[in-house]
Protein backbone atom coordinates (compact mmCIF):
# COMPACT_ATOMS: atom_id res chain seq x y z
CA UNK A 1 0.00 0.00 0.00
CA UNK A 2 1.51 3.65 -0.71
CA UNK A 3 -0.56 6.48 -0.26
CA UNK A 4 0.35 9.20 -1.78
CA UNK A 5 -1.81 12.69 -1.33
CA UNK A 6 -0.11 15.53 -1.21
CA UNK A 7 -0.41 18.17 1.51
CA UNK A 8 -0.21 21.74 1.08
CA UNK A 9 1.36 23.88 3.55
CA UNK A 10 2.93 23.05 6.72
CA UNK A 11 1.37 19.80 8.47
CA UNK A 12 0.00 20.49 12.14
CA UNK A 13 1.40 17.81 14.37
CA UNK A 14 -0.12 16.48 17.82
CA UNK A 15 2.75 14.58 20.27
CA UNK A 16 1.23 12.11 22.93
CA UNK A 17 3.76 11.09 25.36
CA UNK A 18 6.83 13.26 26.03
CA UNK A 19 9.44 10.57 27.05
CA UNK A 20 11.17 9.77 23.56
CA UNK A 21 8.42 11.80 22.37
CA UNK A 22 9.90 15.13 23.70
CA UNK A 23 12.73 13.62 19.94
CA UNK A 24 10.31 13.85 18.18
CA UNK A 25 8.27 17.15 19.28
CA UNK A 26 12.35 18.14 18.60
CA UNK A 27 12.29 16.77 14.86
CA UNK A 28 8.93 18.30 14.71
CA UNK A 29 10.04 22.19 15.52
CA UNK A 30 12.87 21.92 13.17
CA UNK A 31 11.17 20.87 10.26
CA UNK A 32 10.08 23.52 7.93
CA UNK A 33 7.52 21.35 6.47
CA UNK A 34 5.09 21.11 9.80
CA UNK A 35 4.37 23.21 12.50
CA UNK A 36 4.56 21.91 16.26
CA UNK A 37 0.44 22.22 17.46
CA UNK A 38 0.47 20.09 21.02
CA UNK A 39 2.28 18.28 23.41
CA UNK A 40 0.34 15.86 25.26
CA UNK A 41 1.69 13.92 28.56
CA UNK A 42 -0.25 12.30 32.00
CA UNK A 43 3.02 13.70 33.95
CA UNK A 44 3.33 16.87 35.14
CA UNK A 45 6.91 17.50 35.29
CA UNK A 46 7.33 16.27 31.30
CA UNK A 47 4.25 18.97 30.53
CA UNK A 48 6.15 22.02 32.50
CA UNK A 49 9.13 20.66 30.68
CA UNK A 50 7.14 21.02 26.89
CA UNK A 51 5.79 24.17 27.92
CA UNK A 52 8.52 25.66 28.96
CA UNK A 53 10.21 23.90 25.54
CA UNK A 54 7.71 24.98 23.30
CA UNK A 55 6.27 28.62 22.58
CA UNK A 56 2.61 28.98 21.85
CA UNK A 57 2.20 25.36 21.79
CA UNK A 58 -1.12 23.29 23.28
CA UNK A 59 0.15 21.54 26.64
CA UNK A 60 -2.26 19.10 28.24
CA UNK A 61 -2.31 16.48 29.92
CA UNK A 62 -5.44 14.73 28.52
CA UNK A 63 -4.92 13.08 25.00
CA UNK A 64 -8.26 13.74 23.55
CA UNK A 65 -7.14 17.10 23.15
CA UNK A 66 -4.30 16.11 20.54
CA UNK A 67 -6.66 13.37 19.42
CA UNK A 68 -10.00 15.26 18.69
CA UNK A 69 -7.90 18.67 17.64
CA UNK A 70 -9.50 20.21 14.39
CA UNK A 71 -6.12 21.81 13.61
CA UNK A 72 -3.76 18.63 13.98
CA UNK A 73 -3.43 16.86 10.58
CA UNK A 74 -0.43 14.37 12.15
CA UNK A 75 -0.50 12.19 15.80
CA UNK A 76 2.87 11.30 16.44
CA UNK A 77 1.54 8.38 19.56
CA UNK A 78 4.71 8.14 22.04
CA UNK A 79 2.79 6.98 25.10
CA UNK A 80 2.32 3.59 26.80
CA UNK A 81 2.38 0.57 24.87
CA UNK A 82 -1.18 -0.46 25.90
CA UNK A 83 -2.39 3.12 25.12
CA UNK A 84 -1.35 3.07 21.09
CA UNK A 85 -4.89 0.78 19.66
CA UNK A 86 -7.51 2.82 20.88
CA UNK A 87 -4.98 6.53 20.02
CA UNK A 88 -4.59 5.29 16.60
CA UNK A 89 -7.95 4.16 15.92
CA UNK A 90 -9.31 7.80 17.48
CA UNK A 91 -7.04 9.44 15.16
CA UNK A 92 -7.58 7.29 11.81
CA UNK A 93 -11.40 7.83 12.71
CA UNK A 94 -10.52 11.68 13.16
CA UNK A 95 -8.65 11.73 9.85
CA UNK A 96 -5.51 12.45 10.76
CA UNK A 97 -2.22 10.38 10.15
CA UNK A 98 -0.23 8.62 12.50
CA UNK A 99 3.16 7.90 13.68
CA UNK A 100 3.37 5.60 16.23
CA UNK A 101 6.45 4.30 18.63
CA UNK A 102 6.93 0.44 18.43
CA UNK A 103 5.09 -1.34 19.05
CA UNK A 104 1.82 -0.71 16.60
CA UNK A 105 -0.08 -2.68 18.98
CA UNK A 106 -0.50 -5.30 21.57
CA UNK A 107 -2.64 -8.13 20.14
CA UNK A 108 -3.43 -9.12 16.95
CA UNK A 109 -7.22 -8.43 16.52
CA UNK A 110 -6.16 -4.82 17.48
CA UNK A 111 -3.98 -4.98 14.48
CA UNK A 112 -6.56 -6.11 12.34
CA UNK A 113 -8.88 -3.38 13.31
CA UNK A 114 -6.51 -0.38 12.65
CA UNK A 115 -6.07 -2.61 9.23
CA UNK A 116 -9.10 -2.81 8.45
CA UNK A 117 -9.94 1.20 9.55
CA UNK A 118 -6.56 2.20 7.14
CA UNK A 119 -8.25 0.88 4.26
CA UNK A 120 -11.80 2.63 4.64
CA UNK A 121 -9.42 5.72 4.83
CA UNK A 122 -7.20 5.78 1.72
CA UNK A 123 -6.04 9.11 2.03
CA UNK A 124 -4.72 8.54 6.00
CA UNK A 125 -1.04 7.17 6.32
CA UNK A 126 0.70 5.41 9.06
CA UNK A 127 4.05 4.16 9.80
CA UNK A 128 6.20 3.21 13.15
CA UNK A 129 9.53 4.07 14.61
CA UNK A 130 11.70 0.97 13.17
CA UNK A 131 14.63 3.27 13.44
CA UNK A 132 17.15 0.76 13.05
CA UNK A 133 17.44 0.12 9.78
CA UNK A 134 18.45 3.80 9.14
CA UNK A 135 22.16 3.18 11.25
CA UNK A 136 24.26 4.13 8.31
CA UNK A 137 26.19 0.93 9.15
CA UNK A 138 23.38 -1.34 8.37
CA UNK A 139 22.52 1.26 5.45
CA UNK A 140 26.15 -0.27 4.05
CA UNK A 141 25.39 -3.63 5.02
CA UNK A 142 22.24 -3.46 3.01
CA UNK A 143 24.09 -1.98 -0.40
CA UNK A 144 26.72 -4.71 -0.02
CA UNK A 145 24.07 -7.42 0.08
CA UNK A 146 22.35 -6.27 -2.77
CA UNK A 147 25.48 -5.95 -4.88
CA UNK A 148 26.39 -9.52 -4.01
CA UNK A 149 29.50 -8.51 -1.66
CA UNK A 150 28.03 -11.39 0.67
CA UNK A 151 27.26 -13.77 -1.83
CA UNK A 152 23.86 -15.97 -1.28
CA UNK A 153 22.85 -15.45 2.58
CA UNK A 154 21.79 -18.21 4.06
CA UNK A 155 21.79 -18.02 8.02
CA UNK A 156 21.18 -14.54 9.87
CA UNK A 157 20.91 -13.78 13.29
CA UNK A 158 20.12 -10.84 15.58
CA UNK A 159 19.95 -9.69 19.22
CA UNK A 160 18.35 -7.13 20.87
CA UNK A 161 20.20 -6.84 23.92
CA UNK A 162 18.28 -4.17 26.53
CA UNK A 163 20.41 -3.79 29.06
CA UNK A 164 18.87 -1.97 31.31
CA UNK A 165 16.55 -4.43 33.81
CA UNK A 166 15.57 -1.62 36.00
CA UNK A 167 13.11 -0.54 33.37
CA UNK A 168 10.88 -3.79 33.05
CA UNK A 169 11.21 -4.44 36.89
CA UNK A 170 10.70 -0.66 38.13
CA UNK A 171 9.14 0.99 35.33
CA UNK A 172 5.89 1.50 33.52
CA UNK A 173 6.50 -1.91 31.15
CA UNK A 174 5.88 -4.05 34.42
CA UNK A 175 2.52 -2.13 35.51
CA UNK A 176 0.70 -2.24 32.52
CA UNK A 177 -2.01 -5.44 32.21
CA UNK A 178 0.23 -7.11 29.04
CA UNK A 179 3.89 -6.59 28.27
CA UNK A 180 6.23 -8.23 25.19
CA UNK A 181 10.03 -7.43 24.86
CA UNK A 182 9.26 -9.30 21.80
CA UNK A 183 6.78 -6.33 20.59
CA UNK A 184 8.95 -3.85 22.59
CA UNK A 185 12.14 -4.63 20.99
CA UNK A 186 12.22 -7.77 19.02
CA UNK A 187 10.66 -5.88 16.40
CA UNK A 188 13.29 -3.73 15.78
CA UNK A 189 15.66 -6.73 14.82
CA UNK A 190 12.71 -8.52 12.99
CA UNK A 191 12.35 -5.54 10.64
CA UNK A 192 16.38 -5.60 10.23
CA UNK A 193 16.31 -9.24 9.25
CA UNK A 194 13.36 -9.07 7.00
CA UNK A 195 14.78 -5.32 5.23
CA UNK A 196 18.43 -6.65 4.83
CA UNK A 197 17.69 -9.93 3.23
CA UNK A 198 14.52 -8.80 1.38
CA UNK A 199 12.86 -12.11 1.96
CA UNK A 200 9.37 -13.12 4.29
CA UNK A 201 9.89 -14.71 7.56
CA UNK A 202 7.34 -17.80 7.33
CA UNK A 203 7.70 -20.17 10.48
CA UNK A 204 9.06 -19.12 13.73
CA UNK A 205 9.57 -22.05 16.54
CA UNK A 206 10.04 -19.67 20.45
CA UNK A 207 10.64 -19.81 23.62
CA UNK A 208 11.42 -18.05 26.50
CA UNK A 209 11.94 -17.54 30.47
CA UNK A 210 11.92 -14.92 33.25
CA UNK A 211 15.04 -15.69 35.18
CA UNK A 212 16.24 -11.96 35.43
CA UNK A 213 13.72 -10.50 36.50
CA UNK A 214 12.44 -13.42 38.54
CA UNK A 215 11.41 -12.13 42.83
CA UNK A 216 10.18 -8.44 40.87
CA UNK A 217 6.65 -7.10 39.74
CA UNK A 218 7.25 -7.96 36.31
CA UNK A 219 5.14 -10.77 34.91
CA UNK A 220 6.03 -11.17 31.75
CA UNK A 221 8.92 -12.82 29.93
CA UNK A 222 12.23 -10.78 30.21
CA UNK A 223 13.98 -12.95 27.54
CA UNK A 224 12.66 -14.45 24.67
CA UNK A 225 14.64 -16.49 21.32
CA UNK A 226 12.82 -17.25 18.04
CA UNK A 227 14.12 -19.71 16.00
CA UNK A 228 12.87 -18.51 12.16
CA UNK A 229 12.48 -19.68 8.82
CA UNK A 230 12.51 -17.83 5.49
CA UNK A 231 10.34 -17.81 1.93
CA UNK A 232 13.72 -18.22 0.50
CA UNK A 233 15.25 -21.11 2.74
CA UNK A 234 17.15 -18.47 4.59
CA UNK A 235 17.29 -19.39 8.63
CA UNK A 236 17.87 -17.02 11.50
CA UNK A 237 17.54 -16.45 15.14
CA UNK A 238 16.08 -13.63 16.89
CA UNK A 239 16.42 -12.81 20.64
CA UNK A 240 14.87 -9.86 23.13
CA UNK A 241 16.82 -10.10 25.45
CA UNK A 242 15.55 -7.46 28.34
CA UNK A 243 17.67 -8.94 31.21
CA UNK A 244 21.13 -8.75 30.42
CA UNK A 245 23.89 -7.73 31.90
CA UNK A 246 25.15 -5.64 28.70
CA UNK A 247 25.10 -2.12 27.13
CA UNK A 248 21.93 -1.18 25.36
CA UNK A 249 22.74 -3.01 21.72
CA UNK A 250 21.56 -4.64 18.65
CA UNK A 251 23.90 -7.75 17.89
CA UNK A 252 24.12 -8.83 14.33
CA UNK A 253 25.18 -11.56 12.79
CA UNK A 254 24.84 -11.87 8.67
CA UNK A 255 26.37 -14.82 7.00
CA UNK A 256 26.79 -15.19 3.12
CA UNK A 257 28.56 -17.77 1.03
CA UNK A 258 31.24 -15.15 0.23
CA UNK A 259 30.98 -13.16 3.40
CA UNK A 260 30.21 -12.98 6.93
CA UNK A 261 29.18 -9.56 8.97
CA UNK A 262 28.93 -8.40 13.05
CA UNK A 263 27.84 -5.77 14.95
CA UNK A 264 29.53 -6.21 17.76
CA UNK A 265 30.99 -3.53 20.76
CA UNK A 266 34.21 -3.46 18.60
CA UNK A 267 32.29 -2.06 15.34
CA UNK A 268 30.90 -3.57 12.03
CA UNK A 269 33.26 -6.20 10.56
CA UNK A 270 33.01 -8.05 7.78
CA UNK A 271 34.57 -11.79 6.92
CA UNK A 272 35.15 -12.46 3.48
CA UNK A 273 37.88 -15.28 3.93
CA UNK A 274 37.95 -18.47 5.93
CA UNK A 275 42.01 -18.21 6.54
CA UNK A 276 42.46 -17.31 10.68
CA UNK A 277 45.42 -15.59 9.50
CA UNK A 278 43.61 -13.11 7.21
CA UNK A 279 42.71 -9.75 9.23
CA UNK A 280 38.68 -8.89 8.41
CA UNK A 281 38.05 -5.17 7.26
CA UNK A 282 35.71 -3.14 9.47
CA UNK A 283 32.53 -1.57 7.94
CA UNK A 284 32.70 2.62 8.64
CA UNK A 285 29.39 3.02 8.90
CA UNK A 286 28.46 4.89 12.29
CA UNK A 287 26.02 3.09 14.70
CA UNK A 288 23.65 4.06 15.05
CA UNK A 289 24.84 7.05 13.57
CA UNK A 290 21.26 9.00 13.66
CA UNK A 291 18.63 10.55 16.53
CA UNK A 292 15.21 8.66 17.39
CA UNK A 293 13.56 11.64 15.59
CA UNK A 294 14.84 10.92 11.86
CA UNK A 295 12.31 8.63 10.63
CA UNK A 296 9.18 10.74 12.02
CA UNK A 297 10.96 13.73 9.57
CA UNK A 298 10.91 11.38 6.42
CA UNK A 299 7.34 10.99 7.33
CA UNK A 300 6.71 14.17 7.06
CA UNK A 301 8.29 14.91 4.11
CA UNK A 302 6.36 12.02 2.28
CA UNK A 303 3.38 13.29 3.31
CA UNK A 304 4.31 16.80 2.32
CA UNK A 305 5.75 15.32 -1.25
CA UNK A 306 3.36 13.00 -1.86
CA UNK A 307 6.08 10.23 -2.25
CA UNK A 308 6.19 6.52 -0.54
CA UNK A 309 7.22 6.81 3.42
CA UNK A 310 10.80 4.68 4.35
CA UNK A 311 8.97 2.30 6.51
CA UNK A 312 5.57 1.86 4.66
CA UNK A 313 2.35 1.12 6.41
CA UNK A 314 3.19 -3.04 4.62
CA UNK A 315 6.56 -3.27 6.69
CA UNK A 316 4.83 -2.08 10.01
CA UNK A 317 2.32 -5.23 9.29
CA UNK A 318 4.67 -7.46 8.65
CA UNK A 319 6.66 -7.24 11.01
CA UNK A 320 4.30 -7.01 13.79
CA UNK A 321 2.34 -10.17 12.31
CA UNK A 322 5.98 -12.11 12.95
CA UNK A 323 5.91 -10.64 16.45
CA UNK A 324 2.42 -12.04 16.96
CA UNK A 325 3.68 -15.61 16.10
CA UNK A 326 6.56 -15.64 17.94
CA UNK A 327 4.52 -14.52 21.38
CA UNK A 328 2.44 -17.36 20.18
CA UNK A 329 4.47 -19.95 19.87
CA UNK A 330 6.66 -19.19 22.93
CA UNK A 331 3.07 -18.81 25.13
CA UNK A 332 2.80 -22.37 23.65
CA UNK A 333 5.87 -24.09 22.62
CA UNK A 334 5.28 -25.25 19.65
CA UNK A 335 5.96 -23.78 15.92
CA UNK A 336 3.94 -21.91 13.87
CA UNK A 337 3.05 -20.49 10.50
CA UNK A 338 3.09 -16.50 10.24
CA UNK A 339 0.10 -15.33 9.34
CA UNK A 340 0.25 -12.19 7.98
CA UNK A 341 -2.75 -9.45 8.71
Not at 292 to 321: C, Y
Request: include cysteine; aromatic fraction near 10%.
Amino acid sequence: IVRQRMSSGPLRVGVIGFGVGEAHADAVSRNPKCRLVGVCDIDEEKTGRAGSKYEGVLITKHASDILDHDEIDLVVIASYDDCHYDQIMRAVEKNKHVFVEKPLCLYEEEAKDIRIALRAKPDIRLSSNLIVRKYPRFIQLKEMIANGGMGELFYVEGDYNYGRLNKITDGWRGKIDFYSVVYGGGVHIIDLLVWLTGASIVEVAAFGNKLCSAGSDFKYNDMVVAAVKFDNGIVGKVTANFGCVYPHFHKLAIYGTEATFENNLKGGIIYDSRNPEDVPRLIQGEYPGVGKGNLLSDFINAIHEGRPQEISEDDVFKTMSVCFAIEKSAKIGKSLPVTYI
